[in-house]
């Protein structure tokens, strides 16, 4: 499959400086940043800083350092937000059918209350 990454994507205007976030944690590779419309009390996403659409992609072409940083990130996101006793909820929408919103890799923290299931039966 073909990606097409839109540069003016919200998160390409946020690693830009164009939109302001509130940081949580930021390296070389990676940003991770308080959700505007918090879903849970605890509700961070993480982008990798390349122009990658979703998961996939980023799997498919990410250098090893991208990757290893990204995930390094979100271990370290989880633990500077007291998550490893209570869990969490780790989410990545794509596509279509995966209502993905933002045609950006991000990657959805979620925790701090009981997120009940994930999917209802349809």
Same mark, same amino acid.
């Given at each position: 499959?073909?990606?097409?990454?839109?540069?003016?994507?919200?998160?390409?205007?946020?690693?830009?400086?164009?939109?302001?976030?509130? +940081? =949580?944690? #930021? +390296? *070389?590779? +990676?940003?991770?940043?308080? /959700?505007?419309?918090?879903?849970?009390? =605890?509700?961070?996403?993480?982008?990798?800083?390349?122009?990658?659409?979703?998961? /996939? %992609?980023? $799997?498919? #072409?990410?250098?090893?350092?991208?990757?290893?940083?990204?995930?390094?990130?979100?271990?370290?996101?989880?633990?500077?937000?007291?998550? #490893?006793?209570?869990?969490? &909820?780790?989410?990545?929408? $794509?596509? &279509? /059918?995966? =209502?993905? *919103?933002?045609?950006?890799? %991000? =990657? %959805?923290?979620?925790?701090?209350? /009981?997120?009940?299931?994930?999917?209802?039966? $349809?």
């Amino acid at each position: 499959m073909a990606y097409t990454y839109n540069p003016e994507n919200i998160f390409a205007k946020i690693l830009k400086g164009e939109i302001p976030n509130k +940081t =949580v944690l #930021e +390296t *070389e590779h +990676t940003l991770a940043f308080r /959700d505007i419309y918090p879903q849970a009390p =605890v509700h961070v996403l993480v982008i990798p800083k390349g122009p990658y659409v979703c998961y /996939d %992609h980023f $799997a498919q #072409e990410a250098s090893d350092a991208e990757i290893v940083d990204f995930n390094r990130v979100i271990g370290e996101v989880c633990r500077m937000e007291g998550l #490893e006793e209570g869990g969490f &909820r780790l989410i990545s929408n $794509a596509g &279509r /059918d995966g =209502v993905q *919103e933002v045609p950006h890799l %991000h =990657v %959805h923290i979620l925790a701090g209350r /009981d997120l009940g299931r994930m999917l209802a039966k $349809a």
